[in-house]
């Protein structure tokens, strides 16, 4: 009876951990636009912030830096990946909105359907193509309702969604070797290497109006990186410890409900969207957690 009390104890809070980590996801759209600095600037600090978080938290805690000359490469190449894929989202935000962008990215998962078989070479499935093209008409209703002249930002957040799914398939072998705080690390740590590199043409090409940022965008970019990148994934790997898999990829599909909730509460993003937007989001979170439900059941028998 005792035990039973725990493991329910245990679920309820492992249930908290993941919605709070998921409500801060959501939020880092809502920081993004309330950041002044352009893309290029904003995920380079906040790249430095997580990297020194995540490499003081490995000091405390005492854990080996030490990862094979393998698994280095690896995590240096999608860390790559993971800068640009924050690139893409938060210059869709720049160019369009927060609600646009989120609704969009949504779209992550339906690209990892179609991208996956063709990576690791197994059979394509019926039915996550069709669950592919719903979302393709939901993205099409969304970009031919566009009014406010938001195309750029659209096509950045599908750079942004497709980026993110060659993310989630080419991490999956990797976590299974490395602890997920040293592939933080090693990934944001990529990306920052890779974008300082790249930061003199960036500057040069594209002459962003601010390079240093305001006292008010230093205190939301330590809430970015800290919080919301650092922490939630403290809290999201707490959960994961009492819930499954699928109750934790399923649950994350909500990050664009509560990230498009909170521009529309902070920012009233919702007066400048129409019928078109709100018909186009339904269809592509459909599509998704369609897809999600029917994996689960299928993966069960």
Not at 191 to 217: E, H, K, M, R, W
Not at 282 to 301: A, D, P, W
């Amino acid at each position: 009876m005792l035990k039973t009390y725990h493991n329910k104890s245990d679920n309820t809070k492992a249930y908290i951990q993941m919605h709070l980590s998921i409500i801060l996801w959501g939020a880092t759209g809502v920081l993004g636009r309330g950041i002044a600095l352009s893309e290029g600037m904003l995920v380079w600090y906040r790249l430095i912030i997580a990297t020194a978080s995540l490499g003081f938290y490995i000091l405390l805690t005492k854990k080996s830096f030490s990862v094979s000359k393998q698994n280095f490469w690896k995590l240096f190449g999608i860390g790559a990946l993971l800068m640009l894929h924050w690139l893409f989202f938060y210059g869709a935000i720049k160019y369009s909105n927060v609600s646009i962008t989120l609704s969009l990215f949504a779209s992550t998962t339906l690209f990892t359907a179609l991208i996956e078989p063709v990576i690791t070479k197994k059979k394509f499935n019926k039915a996550e193509l069709l669950y592919s093209l719903m979302a393709m008409c939901g993205i099409a209703l969304i970009f031919y309702s566009d009014e406010n002249s938001y195309s750029i930002g659209i096509v950045l957040a599908l750079f942004a969604a497709f980026v993110g799914a060659f993310f989630n398939i080419l991490n999956k072998d990797v976590v299974k070797e490395v602890s997920s705080d040293l592939v933080s690390f090693y990934e944001i740590g990529a990306g920052l290497l890779v974008l300082t590199l790249l930061l003199p043409l960036y500057i040069q090409v594209l002459q962003p109006a601010q390079l240093f940022p305001t006292n008010t965008d230093w205190v939301l970019l330590f809430v970015l990186a800290i919080v919301c990148t650092h922490i939630t994934l403290i809290l999201s790997l707490n959960a994961l410890k009492h819930l499954s898999a699928f109750t934790l990829n399923l649950s994350i599909n909500l990050e664009p409900v509560y990230g498009i909730a909170l521009a529309f509460l902070i920012f009233h993003e919702n007066k400048n969207l129409n019928a078109g937007f709100f018909a186009g989001t339904f269809i592509i979170m459909l599509s998704v957690l369609l897809h999600s439900y029917f994996e689960e059941r299928n993966t069960g028998k």
